[in-house]
C-alpha cells in the first residue's frame, strides 16, 4: 500500500515546478546530494535542514505510529508513513519512506497530517 500511495503522489505532482517525488524503491533518478531525516517521537530530526539545489532528501517513520510528511503549501504529501513492525523473527521491519528532490530554491514547511500542531519541519533550499 505504502509504494502505490508514494506512486500516486508522484503521478498526481509530476508537473509541479521545484519538486521531484521519488518511488523510495526505484533504481535510478539522483545521483547528486542526499539528506536523511527521521521521524520518531512525535518530531521530525531533524526539525530544520538547509540543503543544496538537487538534494534528495528521504524521509522515514521510526515511531511507534503513523505519520506523514505533509507540504504547507506546495502540494508534497507522503499519506501514511506505516509505523515499524516486528517481523515475526524478533526483529522489525522499516517505517514507512517518503523522498523529495529539491529542484527550486525556496523555503519549504511541512507538518504531520496527524498533529498539525506539533510536528512542523521546514527544508531551506539554497
Known amino acids: 500500500m505504502r509504494l502505490t500511495v508514494v506512486s500516486c503522489c508522484a503521478w498526481m505532482l509530476a508537473g509541479c515546478g521545484g519538486l521531484s517525488v521519488t518511488n523510495p524503491t526505484g533504481s535510478g533518478g539522483n545521483n547528486g546530494p542526499t539528506a536523511s531525516l527521521t521521524i520518531q517521537n512525535y518530531s521530525y530530526a531533524p ?14 517513520n521510526k515511531g511507534p505510529d503513523s505519520h506523514s510528511v505533509t507540504s504547507d503549501s506546495t502540494g508534497f504529501d507522503s499519506g501514511a508513513l506505516d509505523a515499524p513492525t516486528g517481523n515475526g523473527y524478533g526483529g522489525m521491519t522499516t517505517g514507512g519512506l517518503f523522498q523529495v528532490t529539491f529542484t527550486t530554491q525556496g523555503t519549504y514547511k511541512y507538518h504531520c497530517m496527524f498533529h498539525p500542531t506539533t510536528m512542523q519541519g521546514t527544508i531551506t533550499v539554497q
Open 47 to 60: 526539525p530544520q535542514l538547509t540543503i543544496a539545489v538537487g538534494t534528495k532528501v528521504t524521509w522515514t
